[in-house]
Every structure is written in C-alpha cells, then in structure tokens.
C-alpha cells in the first residue's frame, strides 16, 4: 500500500457541500486539529471511532500538499499519527472512496484500496 497519502474517514455530507475549506469534524475542532490517519492506521481509526455508522466516505491527500500544516504526534499506541493544523483546502484532495458498513456494523473497505492498486491509476 502507498505511503505518501494521509487519510481521513468522514460522512460524505461533512466532505461534498458548498465550502471551499474543511474545518473538520466536532472531535476535530474540539481537540484542534485535524485527524488524519495513514495506511496502516486506517482500518483501526474506522473500527474505534466510526463502528456502525453509514454514509461514511475516505478521502485522501498527498503528503507533500499538507506538510506546511501537517504534524506527527503519538496517539494511540505511542504510534505517530497525521494531525492537520489548520482548515484544509478541498481542492487538495486527490481522490476518496466509500465504505460500506455491514451487519455487524463494522466497514467493508474496497478491494482497490486493500490491494493498494488504487493509488496505482
């Protein structure tokens, strides 16, 4: 899977509406900043903070479009995690995906994503 993106889980009406910046989420805005996650953070982050929500979306971001905002802090696990300082520009985004959520309430991911052949188009 690629590591040069950052990833963000979000319900697609947080991401597609008319501003042109994201200010985040309530829990961003609380903690002041941004909650990114990268590749391998991504499947963890969605099962403790978005188990059996729907409509959610992944967006996603070049690493090197960030950096001017973009902080690595230890989180969860002491592991190092993406934290964005700032709004960031919609524009930035290079692409997002959905997630499905199934019975159980945990989310499916798309087999792209898994197989990281999505960052290969």
């Known amino acids: 899977m690629n590591s040069n993106f ?8 947080e991401w597609f509406n ?9 829990i961003d805005l609380k903690d002041g900043f941004i909650h990114l996650s990268k590749n391998n ?10 188990f059996g929500k729907e409509n959610l979306i992944v967006i996603y971001f070049k ?3 960030l950096e001017n905002n973009l902080k690595w802090e230890k989180s969860r696990n002491d592991d190092l ?12 985004m290079i692409g997002f995906f959905k997630i499905r959520r199934i019975s159980d309430g945990s989310h499916e991911f798309p087999e792209d994503f898994i197989t990281g052949k999505l960052f290969n188009k």
Do not use: A, M, N, R
């Open 18 to 26: 008319k501003e042109e910046e994201y200010k985040g989420s309530l």
């Open 6 to 13: 950052v990833f963000k889980i979000l319900e697609h009406k």
């Open 81 to 92: 995690f993406p934290h964005y300082y700032g709004k960031i520009k919609k524009k930035l």
């Open 41 to 50: 953070q991504i499947y963890e982050t969605c099962k403790k903070h978005f």
């Open 63 to 65: 690493i090197k479009d």
